[in-house]
């Protein structure tokens, strides 16, 4: 979906504001929002798209909220209640009154070393060959799903030249709505200012966007 | 919020479904372990072994994990060296996808709006935020993180620093540096 979050080449958001020796975390309960939001992912009950997903369809009134954090925690609330784990009163009242479903296992404290350092790979082998190879020009489909999608709105139907064929990957648009992993071969585009943002537009700029298969096709 | 976020690990810890003791170690982790320390080594390490360097160009994922940087948002590395000619800067225009596992949890300001906007539209303006200005002849080149690949700027090695040591230049590579809205410290 191109929604709130789809922001590139957007404008009226004023300067970028670096803070001087920034703190890891802003608040404590930053660090408990980053903790239950993994901690809750790790039950396994939702993928990385699934949870992107949550967190661009909230409004844009939402999304463009102070603290990225709580745009976590407003989507985790949505995932949590989509997944059957809490209700909408419990969050609400504060209170419990429902038993979780069996057989959910919480991560444990001695276990978080060796989640963090394993990760979740999204690479998958498969058999198709890779339609495009590197040097080759290629258009960024004009499509506009309803659903997650990784394809920014400023690079559509704009053509661009395959620099890296990167391997496949877990296909996101399909695998946040439960459509399966459907592995593809993963690109990296590379597109000139220019075509993206017109003639007067800087021409020693290049912007790079890693598109998947389904996402391009000739130019 | 707080109150809000208080209410959620409440509940959720009430119906077993997390560990209080687990988002412990979470925090400590990215509060204290995870970190652009863990980027700078890599840079360093490649400014003074053009072997790990060539690696880290063509596998910066094994190169990494050589190194001990692994995981949850750096499962697949790509390194993007900055040359004379050409500057890089990463972004994530489409939410806040960011290489933790050599720079730790991203700042307030890539997460934001502005930054993700303005970065690949008007990269010198937003350089200058940062208080960068470049010459007119270097290209800049932006890198969008939509997929899962995540990217570590190389920065150029500072003049003045030959002498250093690979534990010493690890002081000269800042966080932004390693993203590409700095560029690394001069020695002093």
């Known amino acids: 979906m191109n929604g709130a979050q789809d922001l590139g080449g957007k404008m ?6 670096p803070e001087v020796d920034e703190p890891v975390f802003h608040a404590e309960w930053e660090k408990r929002a980053l903790g239950v939001s993994l901690c809750s992912g790790a039950l396994g009950l939702w993928n990385i798209g699934e ?44 209170k419990v009154q429902t038993a979780a479903a069996d057989g959910l296992k919480p991560l444990q404290a001695e276990a978080v070393p060796a989640a963090i350092a394993g990760g979740g790979p999204c690479d998958r082998a498969i058999d198709a060959e890779a339609q495009f190879a590197v040097g080759d020009h ?3 489909r ?5 659903g997650h999608t990784r394809i920014p709105t400023y690079a559509k139907g704009k053509t661009g030249v395959i620099e890296e064929v990167a391997g496949a990957f877990v296909f996101p648009d399909d695998n ?3 459509r399966g992993e459907n592995p593809q071969w993963l690109y990296r585009v590379v ?5 993206l943002w017109g003639a007067d537009t800087d021409d020693s700029l290049t912007v790079s966007i890693d598109a998947w298969e389904s996402y391009l096709e000739p130019a | 919020m707080a109150a809000r976020v208080r209410a959620l690990e409440m509940i959720l810890s009430e119906k077993g479904l997390i560990d209080p003791a687990a988002i412990d170690v979470i925090v400590d982790t990215y509060q204290n372990k995870v970190g652009p320390q863990n980027g700078a080594r890599v840079v360093a390490k490649a400014w003074c072994d053009q072997t790990f360097a060539d690696w880290l160009r063509s596998d910066a994922t094994a190169a990494i994990a050589s190194l001990g940087f692994t995981g949850r948002q750096g499962e697949h590395m790509r390194a993007v060296f900055n040359t004379p000619q050409t500057h890089n800067i990463v972004v994530c225009t489409l939410c806040s996808c960011y290489p933790w596992s050599v720079l730790g949890l991203p700042p307030v300001w890539y997460k934001s709006p502005p930054y993700r906007s303005r970065a690949v539209m008007d990269p010198r303006g937003v350089l200058e935020e940062f208080g960068v200005t470049l010459d007119k002849d270097i290209k800049i080149r932006f890198w969008d993180s939509t997929a899962e690949l995540r990217y570590l700027v190389v920065p150029m090695r500072p003049a003045g620093s030959e002498e250093m040591s690979e534990d010493d230049l690890c002081t000269l590579v ?4 390693m993203i590409g809205t700095g560029l690394a410290e001069l020695p002093r």
């Open chain 1, 12 to 17: 009226g958001f004023g300067p970028v504001d």
């Open chain 2, 174 to 177: 800042t966080r932004d540096s």
């Open chain 1, 191 to 195: 597109i000139e200012g220019r075509k």
């Open chain 1, 138 to 140: 290629v258009l960024v």
């Open chain 1, 176 to 178: 946040a709505h439960g």
């Open chain 1, 51 to 94: 949870s992107r997903h949550a967190r661009e369809s909230l409004h844009p009134a939402d999304y463009y909220s102070p603290s990225y954090y709580e745009i976590w925690i407003k989507a985790l609330e949505k995932l949590l209640i989509r997944h059957g784990c809490v209700t909408l009163e419990e969050l609400e009242t504060g």
């Open chain 1, 142 to 146: 004009n499509i506009n799903p309803a």
